[in-house]
């Protein structure tokens, strides 16, 4: 979905360097999500924010951590990257309709690589 | 917490044939079911949903049915096409809830 853009679309870095991937929004809406996929393993929640400066670890939240400055941004970093992180991640967002929250907009993802 | 299981992980069918696949979940609680569509380097799209209060339902070729009682939803494609040939997602979230549990998709391959 062209109104979640994710920054970069791939990137290789090597063991032990700070990475940081960036997410924006531009559907106003009022949650965001990292997610992680690796193959067969589905899509597992790394960090979620209901709000700006609202944090919430997800399933997998060890050597990663998240900032959510702004609404339409939400950052995923890894402090010091490792082999095992290597994957797929997703951004997502939501947003409440009516009483409850439905389906959620996902980013084209970042291919990340750690050599 | 909820847990979601997926089958098969991976299935192929001939173009016009149905595919059907099936989740599982284990918190009662969870009332919002929907199933996504991840074509190959794009992230996943909701492709149809699906809400407790409801048994089953239908969007041209695509039909979601949920047994409450069971705890088990399914995803029903018929007259398939080449270009459904994806990776599907099922998830599950209850309404206080503020995150979805998703499956370990399927890999879904039409054969022309």
């Known amino acids: 979905d062209a109104d979640v853009t994710q920054t970069p679309r791939n990137r290789i870095t090597k063991t032990g360097k700070r990475i940081m991937l960036e997410c924006s929004q531009t559907?106003?809406?009022?949650?965001m999500y990292w997610y992680r996929q690796d193959p067969g393993l589905g899509l597992r929640l790394i960090y979620y924010s209901f709000d700006v400066k609202d944090i919430n670890k997800g399933e997998i939240s060890d050597g990663y951590s998240v900032s959510r400055q702004a609404q339409a941004k939400f950052s995923l970093s890894l402090e010091s990257a490792i082999p095992n992180q290597t994957a797929l991640y997703f951004c997502?967002?939501?947003?409440?309709?009516?009483?409850?929250?439905?389906?959620?907009?996902f980013g084209p993802g970042t291919r990340l690589t750690v050599l | 917490g909820e847990n979601v299981e997926q089958h098969p992980s991976t299935l192929s069918v001939q173009e016009g044939d149905s595919a059907v696949i099936k989740c599982t979940y284990s918190d009662s609680a969870s009332n919002y079911f929907p199933w996504y569509k991840q074509e190959l380097g794009k992230g996943p799209q909701l492709i149809i949903d699906i809400r407790s209060n409801v048994g089953e339902k239908k969007d041209q070729r695509i039909a979601v049915t949920l047994n409450k009682t069971a705890k088990h939803f399914s995803l029903h494609i018929t007259e398939t096409q080449p270009e459904d040939s994806a990776v599907y997602f099922c998830a599950a979230r209850a309404t206080n809830a503020g995150k979805s549990t998703f499956g370990d998709g399927t890999t879904l391959t039409v054969k022309p």
């Open positions: 997502a967002t939501s947003h409440k309709r009516g009483t409850s929250y439905n389906e959620q907009f």
């Open positions: 559907k106003g809406h009022d949650r």
